[in-house]
């Protein structure tokens, strides 16, 4: 379609680029006006009445997609670039988000900053003490340290993960890091039962904001396998024939911030998801103990 209505135009409609041989608009015969309309309408018409798939959905996950399924586009903010940094690699190289190709970004996990190489200040370290405390505190006063009391406000298990429990009205909610709703709860399987570890924030259409500087580095998450509900939730697998049985294909989630409710080996804004049974037990401790010196 696109080709053919190309060619149609180039042979009958567009004016000579050359000057010298331009002729006034005036001039161009009635008759080729027509022309370039019955082949425009040509194309049109031959396009409804073919059964190619050129205007069947795309499936492809590599493609460009319409600004809403594309979650975040690279920062155009001269003074406060962003950097990105692949997280599985950990080369700890920061490069310009900006001048990455979202296609060529493989499989994982990548992290944000706009403060690369930066040591925090102690008013952003203080920033991230309270950003923790406030986190937990709001958790508790709601009783979602009980995962049965987080289901039953609406929380439930995301697709194909047994960590993250998501509230759906808070993901589409338009805020973003307001702590009395945090959009991800994150529960791990132990000896005790389902414990709350910790929190995620997402930033749905902007920027994860960076209230602590440095130490608060969001990331996202690039998978050409799932498929996502508004391109945002993962709620499905494509299939072998790159198509989406529900939701939309998509390259980049949305950015995400962990905060750990206990010190996390990487920091308690950590990317990595992955605790170990001893980091496990000694998080327990330290959030337990933590719960005991606030009664």
């Known amino acids: 379609m696109t080709t053919l209505l190309n060619i149609g135009w180039q042979m009958m409609c567009q004016l000579p680029t050359n000057p010298a041989r331009?002729?006034?608009?005036?001039?161009?015969?009635?008759?080729?006006?027509?022309?370039?309309?019955?082949?425009t309408l040509s194309a049109v018409i031959f396009s409804g009445c073919s059964d190619t798939n050129d205007d069947t959905e795309s499936h492809d996950p590599t493609l460009s997609f319409p600004d809403y399924r594309m979650i975040n586009a690279p920062s155009t903010d001269p003074d406060m670039p962003w950097y990105i940094n692949s997280y599985f690699e950990r080369d700890e190289r920061w490069r310009f988000e900006a001048s990455t190709n979202l296609n060529s970004l493989k499989l994982g996990m990548y992290e944000l900053t706009q403060y690369p190489y930066q040591e925090?200040?102690?008013?952003?370290?203080?920033?991230?003490?309270?950003?923790?405390?406030d986190s937990f505190d709001i958790v508790e006063r709601n009783g979602w340290l009980s995962?049965?009391?987080?289901?039953?406000?609406?929380?439930?298990?995301?697709?194909?993960d047994p960590v993250h429990f998501v509230n759906v009205e808070y993901v589409f909610d338009g805020e973003t890091l307001n702590?009395?709703?945090?959009?991800?709860?994150?529960?791990?399987?132990?000896?005790?039962?389902?414990?709350?570890m910790g929190i995620m924030f997402l930033a749905i259409g902007e920027r994860g904001p960076q209230v602590a500087g440095p130490l608060t580095e969001w990331h996202f998450h690039i998978d050409r396998r799932m498929c996502y509900e508004r391109g945002v939730l993962p709620i499905d697998t494509i299939d072998d024939r790159k198509s989406c049985g529900k939701g939309v294909p998509n390259i980049r989630s949305p950015?995400?911030?962990?905060?750990?409710?206990f010190d996390h080996p990487d920091g308690r804004f950590a990317t990595t998801m992955g605790l170990s049974e001893e980091v496990l037990n000694f998080g327990i401790r330290q959030i337990n103990e933590y719960q005991e010196q606030r009664r």
Request: some cysteine; glycine content about 4%; hydrophobic content about 45%.
């Open 120 to 133: 925090p200040t102690q008013a952003q370290a203080e920033a991230a003490s309270k950003l923790v405390q």
């Open 179 to 196: 702590l009395e709703k945090p959009e991800v709860l994150m529960y791990y399987k132990t000896r005790e039962g389902d414990f709350l």
């Open 147 to 160: 995962k049965e009391k987080a289901l039953s406000d609406g929380y439930e298990k995301m697709y194909g």
């Open 22 to 39: 331009a002729r006034p608009f005036a001039k161009i015969s009635v008759m080729r006006i027509i022309k370039c309309l019955l082949v």
């Open 255 to 261: 950015e995400m911030l962990h905060v750990w409710f």
